[in-house]
């Protein structure tokens, strides 16, 4: 029986010691890692977890801001799934520390009421000065203001005028759905590898196939694809179960006729295996860069750029434009505010000109028809429904689009009045 860790870290010295050749060395050393996610696999144990580098983070920081630093990544913690520790952490202290390592450099911290709004523009300015991203500089400034909220909320001292700035524009990010002649191409190419003569491409492409159906078809985002397990899949009644998500919350998908079909052959070519997970690559969970990778192997072979959260993308924006009602969609997304549901399922054009010539061939008719009437019969409905929004819990932007909405219609079927000049 081999003992965890201790064991593997004796024939890793072993090897350190008996080779000479680095290259040996490191084959070796590849050899016994595979060896060590194996084990811990089939042992159901935790690897233990790379340390994380405080010092260089957080290093540089006053005493008293370094240790709340790290009380706020013990309270952010607690949102994310276990398996995400590290990373998470990892990419929160780099957003939160970049600005408080800058400012500590410069001017004396003595609390957080010296992290102020004239510091953070100072800043502000260096970072687009030397071609920094809106969208980078921006989610500095919401990780910087979710560590002061949350200084704010244990009662310590901050400036309230810096919990009131606001992002910079960064423009209308359009979702980047993938054009469907180009999904297309790249379902071409997964299918070939699923259809290969070679055993080990036809294993990784069947379960690629899976994968990317499930992205496509079901919404999932790449994280929760990795983490799938067995429990989770209903293949009878074709839902997923997605369990602790972003932001810990649970919900259910669904998944049409061809990814069942896909999924049903891979997991006749997975067959047993030590881990629950759905999708494993050498006995073990996907890793963070699988899928990734290989959509980018496909699409290198396609002329195809995609991402994985492109395949997200696609879904919403496919589903939008086959009727799907927004509420329906953010459930199926697992958005929390309907207005990110709304960004993802931007329209396509093809279904912005239908709506347009349908529209237009109803005013086309009031226009050269008048005997028809003016219309008070197909715009009743019309002035219900955006009466009854009023009752709904609207803001002041949405109040006056919806009454800037109802005096459209309103003007559109009274008569026409004819001024004449005298």
């Keep these: 029986m081999i003992a965890l860790p201790g064991d593997i870290d004796r024939v890793r010295a072993y090897i350190a010691e008996r080779y000479e050749s680095e290259a040996t060395r490191a084959t070796y050393l590849k050899g016994i890692a595979k060896l060590e996610d194996f ?4 042992c159901h144990k935790e690897k233990p977890e790379k340390p994380i580098n405080w010092p ?11 240790s709340d630093v790290r009380q706020y990544i ?6 994310w799934p ?13 957003h939160t520390c970049q600005f408080l390592r800058w400012a500590a450099e410069r001017d004396p911290l003595p609390d957080a009421t010296a992290i102020t709004p004239a510091l953070w523009h100072r800043y ?3 970072r687009r000065a030397a071609g920094i991203s809106p969208v980078t500089v921006n989610v500095e400034l919401h990780e910087l203001l979710g560590f002061l909220h949350f200084l704010a909320g244990r009662e310590q001292p901050v400036c309230q005028r ?11 990010p359009l979702p980047r759905a993938v054009p469907v002649d180009q999904l297309r191409l790249l379902l071409d190419e997964v299918e070939r590898d699923a259809a290969s003569d070679h055993a080990g491409v036809r294993r990784m492409g069947v379960m690629d196939r899976a994968w990317v159906h499930v992205m496509l078809y079901s919404g999932l ?7 799938l397990l067995t429990r989770d899949l209903d293949l009878t009644g074709r839902t997923i179960q997605v369990r602790n998500s972003k932001g810990l919350k649970n919900r259910a998908v669904f998944f049409n006729d061809v990814a069942e079909q896909a999924l049903r052959e891979w997991l006749d070519v997975r067959g047993p295996a030590a881990s629950e997970h759905v999708f494993i690559f050498h006995h073990r969970p996907l890793s963070v860069t699988y899928c990734g990778s ?9 002329g195809v750029c995609v991402t994985p959260h492109q395949l997200r993308h696609s879904m919403a924006t496919l589903l939008v434009n086959a009727g799907a009602p927004f509420p329906t969609l953010q459930a199926l997304m697992g958005h929390k505010h309907i207005e990110t549901t709304l960004r993802y399922g931007r329209l396509h054009d093809a279904t912005v000109a239908a709506d347009y010539y349908r529209a237009v061939g109803q005013a086309e008719a009031w226009v050269e028809s008048p005997e028809e009437g003016n219309g008070n019969e197909s715009t009743g409905p019309l002035l219900a429904m955006l009466d009854s929004l009023k009752d709904g819990t609207l803001n002041e932007d949405q109040r006056e689009t919806v009454h800037a909405l109802r005096l459209g219609i309103l003007t559109l079927t009274e008569p026409a009045t004819t001024h004449c000049g005298g």
């Design 39 to 42: 084990l811990y696999e089939t």
């Design 56 to 66: 260089y983070y957080v290093g540089p920081l006053p005493q008293w801001l370094a």
């Design 74 to 79: 013990v309270y952010r913690r607690r949102s």
């Design 82 to 94: 276990r398996e995400n520790w590290r990373r998470a952490t990892i990419t929160t202290l780099s």
């Design 124 to 126: 502000l300015d260096r």
């Design 162 to 172: 810096m919990l009131r700035v606001q992002a910079i524009d960064e423009g209308d």
């Design 221 to 227: 985002r790449t994280i929760e694809v990795r983490r």
């Design 294 to 302: 290989r959509l980018h192997t496909y699409g290198g072979r396609c």
